[in-house]
């Protein structure tokens, strides 16, 4: 999820987080994993298989259009995937509280609905009453006391606010706050961050109802729960998405040593550096179909640095056009079987469900590694149709969380890198 300004796009497949802890303090701790709930598992567990992609497609279509591998001791979470979103449970507080919100590698600031407010949207928990906490604060600020330095945020009536809009409408407005944030660890204790920044928006606006309270941001800025984590997170962090074949399963999010991803079959690539720095680039040099290695070349005919964000919100893998065409030419010349339309008119090339259906194989070439894709990663089934999973937006290139389920994919902000690993992600 990103601001309007940063990166247009939000509610698809983001990953729901809320970090259960009760309050300990928690020595020489390097790192903690914490759980991730899968959207509609959490909200609708009775859906059909086919709804449940059926979904996770749709919103990952919208918002395009819009515009030994793991080191020990460190902040774990587990993580249950249900029609493709992701739910965390933190706690804020004194005494804590519960707080279900979208994890997102695009965004920065966390935020939650707060009470009182003037315009919430509907949740599963209550909203989160300032007034009954004791930890909590407001950030002053005036001409000698500037805000933080942050995109949309500003001083109002000597109180620093937040203001975030997001390209498919959902906006949030409210005080930028400070507060205890509670999180268990892999130990079996519980850590607790004092002060940390969030905004408690008071005016929201969600476009999806039901499916938390905020988000939760991931991003790259020094407002992100990887920032404020310190020395708990090192600025390191890895996730495991379950396939959407596995409803209701738990796999975690590791914070700190436990996000180091390592051993054979890790496949190492630098990030790239952009001047909005929410986002996680790489470079992506080009989509390998069966035996024909496509190039994903820019307007000056060569591969551009940066050229698309790992992204955790976007369900599918989202390309130009002009790139998006020439993929899915190379797959329907070697499958050699017709199309079909598909039925919910969600993606562009798809072919009748059959157990006699042979699709070419899609491996990623990132510039430092190559990524092969398993079927469920390039492709989805749904009622009687198979379908490419790569959607098409000129403005919003992402390699979505379709093409990164049943992988370990960390992300280390110091070494600038992210790593990909094949995992069975219900032993994560």
């Not at 909200?43 to 020990?72: C, F, G, K």
């Not at 599963?124 to 500037?146: K, V």
Request: glycine share 8%; hydrophobic share 35%; proline share 6%.
């Amino acid at each position: 999820m990103a601001t309007y300004t940063a990166s247009c796009y939000f509610l698809d497949s983001l990953l729901i987080f809320s970090v259960l802890t009760a309050f300990s303090v928690a020595q020489n701790i390097s790192g903690f994993t914490a759980n991730l709930y899968q959207r509609d598992a959490f909200y609708s567990p009775n859906l059909s298989q086919t709804e449940i992609i059926r979904r996770a497609v749709t919103r990952s279509v919208w918002r395009a259009n819009m515009s030994s591998s793991i080191t020990p001791n460190s902040p774990l979470t587990d993580i249950i995937r249900n029609n493709h979103q992701f739910f965390m449970k933190i706690r804020l507080g004194t005494p804590p509280v519960d707080i279900i919100a979208v994890a997102d590698t695009g965004s920065d600031l966390t935020w939650t609905q707060c009470l009182p407010c003037t315009q919430c949207f509907r949740q599963r928990l209550p909203l989160f009453n300032t007034r009954a906490s004791s930890s909590y604060g407001t950030i002053q600020c005036g001409p000698s006391r500037p805000c933080p330095p942050w995109d949309d945020i500003e001083c109002l009536n000597g109180l620093c606010h937040h203001d975030i809009h997001y390209a498919d409408g959902t906006h949030t407005t409210g005080l930028l706050s400070k507060e205890t944030l509670r999180m268990d660890s892999t130990a079996y204790s519980t850590i607790q961050i004092p002060n940390f920044i969030f905004g408690c928006g008071i005016d929201n606006i969600h476009s999806f109802t039901g499916i938390g309270s905020g988000v939760i941001g991931l991003g790259t800025g020094p407002q992100s729960i990887v920032t404020q984590l310190g020395h708990l997170s090192e600025k390191k962090f890895s996730y495991c998405l379950m396939p959407l074949d596995l409803p209701d399963r738990v796999s975690h999010i590791h914070f700190g040593d436990r996000a180091t991803i390592r051993g054979p079959g890790t496949v190492t690539v630098p990030l790239v550096p952009r001047q909005q720095g929410t986002f996680y680039h790489v470079t992506l040099e080009a989509f390998t179909v069966g035996r024909t290695q496509i190039p994903f070349t820019g307007r000056s005919g060569a591969v551009e640095p940066g050229n698309i964000v790992i992204d955790s919100g976007m369900t599918l893998t989202t390309l130009p056009r002009h790139f998006y065409a020439q993929i899915k030419q190379a797959v329907t010349m070697q499958t050699h079987a017709p199309e079909v339309p598909d039925p919910f008119q969600l993606l562009e090339l798809c072919f009748r469900k059959d157990r006699s259906l042979q699709l070419p194989s899609i491996v990623a070439n990132f510039r430092g590694g190559n990524v092969p894709l398993k079927r469920f990663n390039a492709f989805v089934t749904y009622e009687h149709v198979t379908c490419l999973a790569f959607g098409v937006s000129e403005s919003f290139t992402a390699y979505g969380s379709l093409a990164q389920q049943n992988f370990l994919v960390g992300f280390d902000q110091n070494a600038r890198t992210v790593s990909f690993k094949p995992f069975q992600c219900s032993h994560a």
